[in-house]
């Protein structure tokens, strides 16, 4: 980090899609429009390189403004969120895992408006993968969960993360 003291941060190149994969955004991807826009070709490239992903999911990380990113050497790689920080997966066991794979305890269960079913864990929120509503509906049912009703757009503010670092830092730029 001493060699290179001065390398900027990295935005909109980078997005996380709300069933756990990772998106490599070029120029083009970015002026298609915003990673959340729901525009096919405003989410970049699917990364397939296990090795890539792996390397971005054991630095994955927030800041202190609720922004997450990837530590790439001395640059901070800022992430696009299409929904939430995690991805979670249910397994046939009741327990849940990371998009990235390790293990979390959930604390709290939320459905929006929407029908998206949320769990908050010590990690943060996430998002159920939806080929994993099956197994959520069967904690539920079971009492294992209870969901509690939100409005999606309160969940950023009520769990502090921010969906794109890139639109928080062109507003806070712009402040100045």
């Known amino acids: 980090m001493a060699k290179w003291p001065h ?14 994969n990772w998106y490599m955004r ?6 298609a429009g915003a990673f959340d826009s729901g525009l096919p070709c405003a ?12 390397f971005i999911q ?3 990380e927030r800041d202190a403004q609720g922004r997450w ?12 969120l299409e929904a939430t920080p995690w991805i979670w997966r249910v397994q046939a066991d009741a327990t849940v895992r990371a998009h990235s ?22 990690r943060g929120l996430g998002l159920v993968h ?15 969960w209870q969901p509690q009703d939100v409005r999606r757009a309160d969940l950023p503010q009520r769990y502090a993360y921010v969906c794109s670092p890139q639109r928080d830092n062109v ?3 712009a402040a100045r």
């Open 58 to 60: 054991r630095n994955y």
């Open 7 to 20: 390398v900027p941060d990295c935005y909109g190149w980078l997005g996380l899609d709300a069933r756990g």
């Open 69 to 80: 990113y990837f530590q790439n050497g001395p640059q901070r790689v800022y992430v696009e």
């Open 130 to 144: 939806t080929q994993d509503m099956a197994l959520a509906a069967e904690c539920v049912e079971s009492g294992r």
């Open 101 to 122: 794979g390790e293990p979390a305890q959930v604390q709290q269960c939320l459905l929006d408006e929407t029908g998206r079913l949320y769990l908050a864990t010590a």
């Open 26 to 31: 070029d120029d083009r991807a970015q002026a």
């Open 171 to 173: 507003s806070s730029r």
């Open 43 to 54: 989410k970049g490239s699917l990364l397939r390189h296990e090795k890539l992903i792996d």
